[in-house]
């Protein structure tokens, strides 16, 4: 009997129930720019599907809508959802008790930050701060559906009921006179408009207009194409949309029908649940047949460009980003959102095919496949030497001064006119068909780049010039032409050469390039030169090379191409994105005027960019439109340059905080009950563009010393924090990479017991004192007893002083023997800590060319290294043990007892398998866990293995990592972000390993990071981890001796009168 109920109730609410927003978000309709843009076809928006299998808990949405806080929620038969793009969390009877079912119908967001709530079975709800309200009274209320709300301009409520149309506000529920003849009917649809109309839509009954308390009834027989209302939407102009079970009507304030539309092509035409009308004036229906889009009296059906179809909507709304979104009775929640890039392929006309080449002109774009060249016009698409097989195969497309347009295929050079002109092949003179692209000089000449060879086209013949044929047989990736008359050819592998028309230069990664492998360049307003390579981005200016890479912040090595624009702006595409930055910035960072770049900016698939990467080895084009144009393997992207792409600050939430006995709201001070040994913060950012691509970091200041980078994660957790004040401190950086500029804070204060509180160590300290004072008196009380009874005894008395005298000099030379035999035990200590530590000439016995500098801080260190030969392999570790001085000694002994057991006697060898080990031992001996309330105690390693048998090199670094040059660059090998016996590490923690051979590599270095964090200077600012490995660099070719001694020299000089803040080890080895 249970389950018929059921049905019964879910088909009346599939045929009763709708829920749509009719206004638009005063967030959204105050930033013109945002939202879809209704020139865009349907299929270049980016479309993304949340179901049961991403988290919802039913795939089942009655309604959305979004606080102003930034949550998003959805009310559906499994209960309340809140969402922040990448978690969602639910509220139904099992979780409050508020819910005397899970149902909810509707929900509407008011500009208080209060979610309004019409459930099935629970009455009508609010949520604010954390709690929820129920806000009716009345018990049989309190157990009633609310289907429909519509707030008033007093902050009211109308609601549609279970019992009616009711009218809600703080002082009491009412019903009208003039609308009790409808208060009964069953309403599913309720709307204020603009003027403060009130507009019923019914079940099966019509509609109803209610102003001046005068009720006024539209029906079938006034134009409406049903009387069964599903959806009300408010236009710009003040019209009323109508959605009913057969079309759609358009009515005036009055309620005039004016228009209606029914099976008009693209248009959903059944069930129309939901309607909501955009800032751009855009109207979008969803029903039972899918999603319209009605603009500029066009109806255009919803289709994604991979097919999928949105079908039986039950609720639209928009956020405060613009982003569309659409709830579904059985598919879940849907987001529709516009990229700032726009996408070209199959759905746009094209025929298909990865796209390599572009070329953007003031009325078509040529675009080049590997099936041959299409060309986008006002008109469409049209296909030319369209074909399989490498003949088909376009790579470059070029127009010459002379308005001659050039193809670069796979089966030769073609002049092409709306027609093959001419086909220039190996018959007219090129040693290969395969051509990859074309150039103009300065003087008209036009120089053809091939995968053998660079060539000139002279006449109808192919020729190679003979100052450059030494270039007949290179395999040429592009051509640029400069300002200044100079061709600069770029080659697969054999660097750049530059022909000035008198000699030819040739550049290689020596010289400052990126690496050998020249892709394409660009010049600026300046005459400098860009250049992109496998090994990052290459300036070049005034005759100097300087090349940009990932250890400066960018998002990828590979820069296929650099492009600039009208604004001063550089773009580069990449083998993994499109990045962005002022020319100016650039050019600060390449000057060492700044450490970072600063506005930039990453372009992915969260932007709309077609497949998520750009094509490898691709032309992409600025056109005279200001339009970046950018090949991908699905197609084309373009992007307007001319907008300014930054998107809107990224709102943070610290959503609650939980301590042992209670969970706080977030946002407000927390204070904290004396005891509590853990506390959680919860926190989150909205950008719904890319949510899974934010990126945390958070300080407790007073606790942390540092900012922790948290990545993705939306949690951070304390353990036994002292009693205190304390700043929760938060940061995010959204996809492009952008941090926000000001951290969101909240205060902490963990409360003390009494015993811990200053007036109770001020009590025992006047405790202590007056103690003090009574002994005082007393003594002195019993001296002067002592004095009148001994008063004739002066000779005793001055014994009695002489023997008091004595026994503090007695005491002052046990002081100065309990110092002498510290001090000596301190410095048995360091001789202890230099027998263990292997000395330099053992290394040096292995490895003649290896030096160490070791300067600990104190007379002991936390720093020590360690090796262990065993057959034909060899174990180097350096270590940074937690603190310096005596603490990090005793650290230093454990650790090089641990190495030499888990090394020497237990045989294992393999790096990660060495940290693992170590890990769990130290962790073991230590007693620390996760509910220690000890120091968390650990190690920094960088460990490596070299077998001379297998003539390999493995590594492993616990915050760590390991520096080799492979005789023409460095390399840095970084460690993973665990420290070795930190609770803050997983007790089974898995370490990656690298593994090289040993003919690739030159010199290894490992080492601490005292040298990089010693102060000094003349700003007495900290050495820098990129300046160490400059200086390592430079040092490279000179003699171990010399880099042993320039090494101290520079530390001394920079150090200057400054302290020495840590303790220095570095160990350098060569393997060559």
């Not at 009515?251 to 029908?257: A, F, P």
């Not at 069930?271 to 109806?299: F, K, M, N």
């Not at 020729?463 to 200044?484: G, H």
């Not at 204070?671 to 563009?689: C, E, K, M, W």
Request: glycine share 10%.
């Amino acid at each position: 009997m249970r389950e018929i109920n059921f049905l019964g109730v879910l088909l009346f609410l599939l045929n009763l129930t709708s829920i749509s927003v009719g206004q638009i978000p005063a967030a959204v309709a105050e930033s013109p720019s945002l939202g879809l843009n209704p020139e865009k076809r349907l299929t270049q928006y980016l479309v993304r599907n949340w179901t049961v299998e991403e988290g919802l808990p039913r795939n089942n949405v009655l309604d959305g809508t979004q606080t102003t806080d930034g949550y998003i929620w959805f009310g559906g038969f499994a209960g309340l959802v809140r969402f922040d793009g990448v978690e969602f969390q639910v509220f139904n009877s099992q979780s409050d008790s508020v819910f005397n079912a899970d149902g909810v119908y509707t929900l509407h967001a008011d500009a208080q930050n209060r979610l309004w709530i019409g459930t099935q079975g629970s009455g009508l709800l609010r949520y604010a701060q954390g709690q929820f309200q129920q806000l009716f009274t009345d018990t049989l209320l309190q157990q009633a559906s609310v289907f429909a709300m519509a707030p008033d301009a007093n902050g009211s409520m109308w609601l549609s009921t279970s019992r009616g149309l009711l009218h809600y506000s703080e002082t009491g529920i009412t019903v009208p006179d003039s609308l009790e003849s409808i208060a009964s009917k069953r309403i599913r649809e309720l709307l204020i408009d603009s003027q403060g109309i009130l507009w019923i839509g019914t079940s099966n009954e019509g509609l109803y207009r209610y102003g001046d308390e005068q009720l006024t009834f539209v029906g079938v027989e006034d134009g409406l194409p049903s009387e069964a209302i599903y959806s009300l939407s408010e236009g710009i102009d003040g019209h009323m949309w109508v959605g009913t079970w057969n079309g759609l009507a358009r009515l005036s304030r009055e309620g005039e029908v004016l228009s209606v539309q029914q099976n008009s092509p693209g248009q959903p035409t059944r069930s129309l649940d939901a309607s909501l009308i955009d800032q751009h004036g855009t109207l979008w229906v969803g029903g039972l047949e899918g999603l319209g889009r009605y603009h500029q009296g066009e109806w255009k059906q919803f289709e994604s460009r991979v097919g999928f179809q949105l079908k039986e909507i039950s609720t639209l709304f928009q956020d405060q980003q613009g982003t569309l979104w659409a709830g579904t009775y059985r598919h879940g929640i849907w987001q529709i959102t516009d990229g700032r890039f726009s996408g070209y392929s199959i759905p746009e006309g094209l025929s298909g095919g990865v796209v390599y080449a572009l070329l953007a002109e003031e009325d078509a774009v040529y675009i080049g496949t590997e099936t041959g060249l299409s060309v986008l016009t006002s008109e469409g698409v049209k296909d030319y030497l369209q074909g399989e097989g490498s003949q088909h195969f376009v790579r470059d497309i070029q127009r010459d001064s002379r308005g001659q347009l050039w193809l670069c295929t796979y089966g030769g050079l073609v002049a092409w006119d709306g027609y093959e002109k001419k086909r220039y092949t190996t018959q007219n003179g090129f040693n290969t068909n395969q051509i990859r692209t074309l150039a103009e000089d300065t003087e008209g000449n036009l120089w053809v780049g091939t995968r053998v060879g660079l060539f000139q086209i002279a006449g109808d013949s192919v020729v190679i010039p003979p100052e450059v044929a030494e270039l007949s047989q290179t395999y040429i990736l592009s051509l640029f032409s400069d300002s200044r008359g100079h061709l600069w050819i770029g080659t697969n592998g054999s660097g750049l050469y530059r022909w000035d028309g008198q000699k030819l230069l040739h550049y290689t990664q020596a010289d400052g390039l990126g690496n050998n492998f020249i892709f394409r360049l660009e010049e600026d307003e300046t005459g400098t030169l860009w250049i992109g390579t496998t090994g990052g981005l290459t300036r070049y200016q005034k005759g100097q090379f300087a090349t940009l890479t990932r250890s400066h912040g960018l998002p990828s090595n590979v820069a296929f191409q650099p492009l600039v624009d009208d604004f001063q702006r550089l773009w580069v595409i990449t083998d993994a994105n499109v990045w962005m930055s002022p020319l100016r910035e650039v050019n600060r960072l390449l000057d060492d005027k700044v450490e970072q770049l600063a506005g930039l900016q990453t372009f992915d698939k969260y932007d709309g960019l077609l497949g998520g990467q750009p094509t490898g080895v691709s032309v992409s084009h600025i056109g005279p439109d200001n339009r970046l144009y950018v090949c991908t393997p699905l197609g084309f992207s373009t992007i307007d340059l001319k907008t300014d792409h930054v998107y809107r600050h990224t709102p943070m939430q610290i959503d609650r905080v939980q301590s042992d006995a209670r969970d706080y709201q977030g946002g407000g001070p927390v204070v904290v009950s004396p005891g509590n040994r853990q506390l959680i913060i919860h926190y989150t950012a909205f950008d719904y563009y890319a949510p899974q691509a934010l990126r945390f970091s958070y300080q407790l200041e007073g606790f942390d010393s540092e900012w922790v980078e948290a990545g993705g994660r939306r949690v951070a957790i304390y353990t036994n924090l002292p009693p205190g004040e304390y700043t929760f401190r938060l940061k995010v950086a959204s996809h492009d990479g952008e941090w926000s500029e000001e951290p969101l804070t909240m205060t902490i204060e963990q409360e003390a017991w009494f015993y811990q509180t200053d007036g109770f160590k001020f009590l025992v300290f006047f405790l202590f004192i007056g103690v003090g004072v009574i002994i005082h008196y007393s003594r002195i009380r019993l001296l002067e007893a002592h004095n009148k009874r001994l008063s004739q005894l002066v000779t005793k008395r001055t014994h009695m002083i002489e023997k008091q005298k004595e026994a503090i000099a007695g005491q002052a030379k046990m002081l100065e023997s309990s110092y002498v035999k510290i001090n000596d035990s301190i410095q048995y200590a360091r001789r202890i800590q230099d027998a263990l530590l292997p000395s330099p000439q053992s290394l040096q016995h292995i490895f003649p060319e290896s030096f160490i500098l070791y300067r600990p801080k104190d007379v002991v260190s936390g720093d020590f290294y360690w090796f262990e030969q065993i057959g034909q392999t060899v174990v180097l570790a350096v270590v940074d043990c937690t603190g310096h001085g005596i603490p990090g000694a005793f650290m230093s002994v454990l650790g090089n007892t641990l190495l030499t057991q888990i090394v020497s006697q237990q045989g294992i060898l393999h790096p990660k398998a060495i940290l693992r080990e170590l890990h769990l031992q130290t962790i073991m001996h230590l007693q620390q866990d996760d509910h220690s309330d000890q120091m968390q105690d650990g190690m920094d390693v960088s460990l490596v293995m070299m077998d001379f048998e297998k003539k390999t090199l493995s590594f492993a670094g616990a915050k760590r990592p390991l520096l080799y040059h492979d005789g023409l660059d460095f390399h840095v090998l970084k460690g993973d972000r665990y420290s070795i016996g930190s609770v803050d590490t997983q007790l089974h923690q898995e370490f990656k390993e690298h593994t090289l051979p040993l003919s690739q590599i030159r010199q290894v270095y490992l080492f601490s990071d005292g040298y990089a964090d010693q102060f000094g200077g003349e700003k007495g600012r900290k050495f820098m981890t990129k300046k160490f490995y400059s200086l390592l660099d430079q040092l490279s070719e000179k003699p171990w001796k010399a880099q042993l001694q320039e090494l101290e020299t520079t530390w001394l000089d920079w150090r200057g009168q400054q302290e020495q803040v840590d303790d220095i080890l570095v160990v350098g080895v060569s393997l060559s």
